[in-house]
């Protein structure tokens, strides 16, 4: 379900970046990238994220000219780029690996690429004070990239990959070489960074937290298609089908049919609860359906709920504290897991829970998503 090219009418402003309809086919079974469309608006953060083979990269590297589509087209501000060699592309693409050049300096590094197409030294000199400014090294410039902390070498990346103004930045896997507290530091660091510049950025991952973080909309691919393009709260609160409620986030899934079908509520009856939900869906009642429920959203009390929708008595069967939250694995009568994450708002829990003990776990009629796909 790729989203659909808006035909652009004429006088009308094209998309910054229009990805119609590409694919990539390397023969020998699987297509890469399956008919593909995106548009991408200027300045946006944009993130591809998909699991390892999805056809992230291939379609990061047809953007940046590395590989040709087999067939579709890449258009920036209505013009078929696809003629273009990559260095002829107004992009720049920054590698995982940085490929900075472990002889040169740092200063070097950044001017590497406006040496080479022959700016005058004193403007080159301006640009590298600016950018090493802009990325907060400017101490660091007469070192060599080995004596740089991981976090530092990626700045210097980006520096270098800003250095000549691009009108799109093209990350893969920006951050993949940074162990996990130094990413997290450094996702905010970079956003900012992209911010402030104003490029255009698109990003491959398959961290959904890199992406959730760092990108203003994100396309979940799988399997060489786009399944839903989004900003991250759309793809977490309303995640269009079953795989990409699953990829992004926690999710507990529970398989029903539809029984009672209105266009101010439905209901859905599951093996362990009936489901109330506040809003009506396109579908029809006795058909399977699945009810998407974030671990977040349930509550958990001793006294049964009022009613007889949006609840299960289960049992703990495992928990476990996070400090700032705790997550409880209950078991249902049907013998299903649910998972339920509750902050610790207080120190300790009014009505403390321990293993085997029997909960009322509960939610409201808008904290589900219904699934048909
Ligand atoms: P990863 O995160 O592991 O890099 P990805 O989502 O970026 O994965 P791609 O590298 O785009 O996935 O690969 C998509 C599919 O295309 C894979 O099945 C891969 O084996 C195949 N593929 C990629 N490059 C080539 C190539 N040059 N020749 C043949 N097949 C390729």
Redesign the pocket.
Known sequence: MSSAVPTVASGEKPPFLQIDDVV?D???G?V??NHVSIDIAQGEIFALL????????????MLAGF?TPTSGRILLNGKNIAGLAPYERPFNMMFQSYALFPHLTVRDNIAFGLQRDGMAKGAIRERVDAMLKLVQLTKFGKRKPHQLSGGQQQRVALARSLAKRPQMLLLD?PLGALDKKLREETQIELVNIIEDVGVTCVM?T?DQEEAMTMASRIAV?SE?RVLQVGAPSDIYETPATRFVADFIGNVNMMEGTLSVDEPDHVVIECADCKHYVGHGITGTAGMAVGVALRPEKIRLTSEKPEGEFNQVLAKVHELSYFGAFTVYHLQLPSGQMLKVSESNLARHRADPLTWDQQVWASWSPTAQVVLIH
């Open positions: 990539k390397f023969g020998g699987a890469a990238v998909g699991s390892s083979g999805c056809g992230k990269t291939t379609l990061l590297r590989e896997e491959v398959h691919m060489g």
